[in-house]
């Protein structure tokens, strides 16, 4: 609901009052168009003639929504370790070989399947093109989505070659649950969306 206190002399007729919505603007020939205020209430007090003052308190219009924001996937890691994995076969290093190239081998599966989606409000992880809902959190239960504004923290390890992201978010419970995720996804792109909607974390940006 937008409100409007306006005090003006004789000869500083409004024109063009105007109401659309919550919107509301006010014209003069002196002041033109006063303020259309977005998300918040804003005040502005000025001086026109000697004593004459308009004061105008205006709700504006919601701020538009951000558009969503889905990292591209990255095989970097899965690679390696698949690389690394093939190395050790090859040295006849069978024991470390195996559980190396197991976990490539999940790597390389998750990264085709796992996306973290950033909407307005929240991180959200989906699974496939579709970006259909993934099944409950297995470790602490729940939905894997958490509000922005419930992060206590987030970092990248490391910066240069992020392979892992930690966030803390008060969500799941109220003394604050930590997660990790492999960086399965383009790291600067990740690193970017996640400054712009979580804050800035205390490790640099990723190389």
Same mark, same amino acid.
């Given at each position: 609901? &937008?409100?409007? *206190? +306006?005090?003006? =002399?004789?000869? %500083?007729?409004?024109? #063009?009052?105007?109401?659309?919505?919550?919107?509301?603007?006010?014209?003069?020939?002196?002041?033109?168009?006063?303020?259309?205020?977005?998300?918040?209430?804003?005040?502005?007090?000025?001086?026109?003639?000697?004593?004459?003052?308009?004061?105008?308190?205006?709700?504006?219009?919601?701020?538009?929504?951000?558009?969503?924001?889905?990292?591209?996937?990255?095989?970097?890691? &899965?690679?390696? *370790? +698949?690389?690394? =994995?093939?190395? %050790?076969?090859?040295? #006849?290093?069978?024991?470390?070989?195996?559980?190396?190239?197991?976990?490539?081998?999940?790597?390389?599966?998750?990264?085709?399947?796992?996306?973290?989606?950033?909407?307005?409000?929240?991180?959200?992880?989906?699974?496939?093109?579709?970006?259909?809902?993934?099944?409950?959190?297995?470790?602490?239960?729940?939905?894997?989505?958490?509000?922005?504004?419930?992060?206590?923290?987030?970092?990248?390890?490391?910066?240069?070659?992020?392979? %892992?992201?930690?966030?803390?978010?008060?969500?799941?419970?109220?003394?604050?649950?930590?997660?990790?995720?492999?960086?399965?996804?383009?790291?600067?792109?990740?690193?970017?969306?996640?400054?712009?909607?979580?804050?800035?974390?205390?490790?640099?940006?990723?190389?």
């Amino acid at each position: 609901m &937008a409100t409007a *206190l +306006l005090s003006v =002399s004789r000869f %500083l007729p409004l024109q #063009n009052r105007e109401m659309g919505g919550f919107t509301r603007n006010f014209r003069s020939p002196y002041l033109g168009e006063v303020i259309r205020s977005k998300s918040f209430v804003r005040r502005a007090v000025r001086r026109v003639h000697g004593d004459c003052f308009v004061v105008a308190s205006v709700l504006g219009q919601k701020v538009k929504n951000r558009e969503t924001v889905v990292p591209d996937p990255d095989y970097r890691i &899965a690679i390696v *370790l +698949l690389g690394l =994995s093939g190395g %050790l076969i090859y040295t #006849n290093n069978l024991l470390p070989a195996a559980p190396i190239g197991l976990l490539g081998l999940l790597l390389l599966v998750q990264t085709s399947r796992v996306r973290f989606v950033f909407d307005d409000e929240a991180l959200e992880v989906k699974v496939g093109e579709q970006l259909q809902d993934s099944s409950e959190n297995v470790f602490v239960g729940g939905k894997n989505r958490w509000k922005y504004s419930t992060f206590v923290n987030w970092e990248f390890w490391w910066p240069n070659f992020p392979i %892992l992201v930690y966030f803390k978010e008060t969500q799941t419970k109220p003394e604050g649950q930590v997660h990790f995720f492999p960086i399965i996804f383009d790291g600067k792109q990740l690193y970017d969306v996640m400054v712009e909607r979580a804050g800035p974390s205390k490790t640099s940006g990723p190389k």
